[in-house]
């Protein structure tokens, strides 16, 4: 199956679904992040990981700055999906959830957008999966939604696999929320199709 999984930045297609993707490497992975492409740090290690966890990786230079900056979402998020994106029917695309996690605007600008690019057609995908974990990045605490559709439970092996790589790939802190953020299970809501409103 291929499966394309579209995020906000380079670290999240780990933390939020790297045990899924160690879980199935024979799935033919596509990962685009839609920012830091011009980051020094960050590009290169988004393309080691990349390569590492075995996918097809694409990056773009979406704002992303401190504060971040007011953006119309379908010339910046979905002009960037569409361009970067290859244009073929999904088996599988997974994105942020509505929360966007932990309540990050631009996690929760992309799930609006993949969202959109659904309803009209322009990404055609069998099955959609979002993101679903409550976090809180000022504590720095992390749960699996219980009300998520699927959950993905990870070996030790896997979730120690998924952590190494945000420690000593990216290069986070042990005590940094994007390692607390490394938690098994992981969980995803599964979208019914057509797509529903996103305001559920």
Known sequence: MNAAIIVAHPDDEVIWSGGLILLHPEWEWTVLSLSRKDDPDRYPKFKSVCTLIGVRGFITDLDDGD????????????????EYLPQIPWGLCITHGRNGEYGHQRHKEVHAEVLDL??????ECKDLWTFAYDCDAGTGTCCADPQAD??????????????????????????????????????????ESPVEEYIR
């Open 67 to 82: 504060p971040l900056k007011p953006i119309n979402r379908r010339r910046e998020i979905g002009r960037r999906i569409r």
């Open 118 to 123: 659904i309803n009209d057609g322009v990404l």
């Open 150 to 191: 699927i959950i993905v439970e990870l070996s030790e092996e896997q979730l120690c696999e998924k952590r190494r790589i945000v420690r000593e790939v990216y290069g986070y802190d042990e005590d940094s929320f994007e390692l607390c953020a490394c938690i098994s299970p992981e969980a995803f809501r599964r979208w």
